[in-house]
């Protein structure tokens, strides 16, 4: 039986199978099961018995394409014209499976030479070839605290990752050494090597100058303050690095892969050692004239309140942050990252309240730009339910009742990597790489 006869009997899917949405590990599904093995599949003309792959039976769209798939890699680069004299089907059918693979970015096309295979017809003609694949990616999260480094598919999938806790405030250098180490040790267990990475970004818990590239603020990561962290990563690892504030890149990974991906209007706010915020407008990251906007760390709450890093006087975050949350619960011998820990009436207490003062200055916000949710990420977030509530709590209270009620608060759904995330789908470029710095 020829292709003809597997075409008529099986109308052609508007999605064929074994596809994913792209951006969620969709480019292994998209290169899987159709392309892989097409001398195989080449040969299967027999009906709809046949499988490529373990499990799903392939339907007659699927074996023509998978067809397809293999002349153009074996024998491409080829015109429309050539696919469909060796095929036999007729060039609008061609033409109409050509144009799927080229929407999905499986094939490439690229003008014939004049008088070349496929000229000929007065229209020029363009031959068609299998994409290469586009590489792997590599993300930097950096926090005061800690930094994750991953390696990734370009379409985010992650293949291997690696995190440490350090003092990344106080030892810009020696961050950055750790960085690249990091990276060594994510590649070989990917089994990977530098040369299959294209692209790195990597975020950095600090305002950084949109015009400079350098951290914006000569208070917050001080150490940091003299160094280009693009170049000193590019040092390091020999990888063109995107750079981005933090919050912003938790952001840009609820945007790709979490629970914004269909809001154009939200807060990002990561609570860690700091309390950053992204504020997406219209679907675009609010940045500020400098770079400097969603610094809503530094928002003073309380004049007479502990000092701050940035030199001020009671500052969000000098008075609510996970540190400040360990000391307080230090003496019951309790630690905010073990969940059974914070069920302890003490911890639920301290939670609860930490939440409410940040939900405060989060109301403000809320009144200011009337945002559809407000996303919790950071280690507070990562506490469980106290927190999140405790702002829930504030905003209900403090915001104005129209938009308070419809504001939605809730963690983050990225369980503490959208940073990481959001780095990986930079360096990647995938749709809302305009986040970045
Ligand atoms: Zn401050």
Redesign the pocket.
Known sequence: MGYSALVRRAPERSVPEGRVPAGRGGGEARVGIEIRGGGETRGIRTGDEAHVGSERPATAHTLLRAHLMGMIRDDGPISRSELSRAIGLPRSTITALVAELLSEGVIAEAPARSGGAGSGSGRPATLLSVRKPDGLVAGFDFGHRHIRVAVATAEGHILAEESTHLDVDREADASLDHAGEMLDVVLERAGVSIGDVRAAAACIPAPLNSRTGRVGSPTILASWVDLDPREELRRRTGLACTLGNDAAFGALGEMTYGAARNMSDFIYVKASNGIGAALVLGGRLYRGAQGMAGEI??TQIDPTGAW?????RG?L??TVSIDVVRRQLEPLGLDPLDPEDMEHPVAIKVLAESGRTVGVVIANLCNTLNPEAVILGGDLASTGAYFTNGVRDSVRHLAQPGPALDTQVMPTSLHGRAELLGAVAAAAAMPHAALTA
Do not use: I, L, T
Request: aromatic share 0%.
């Open positions: 760390g530094h701050c890093r940035c030199g001020n500052c975050e000098a």
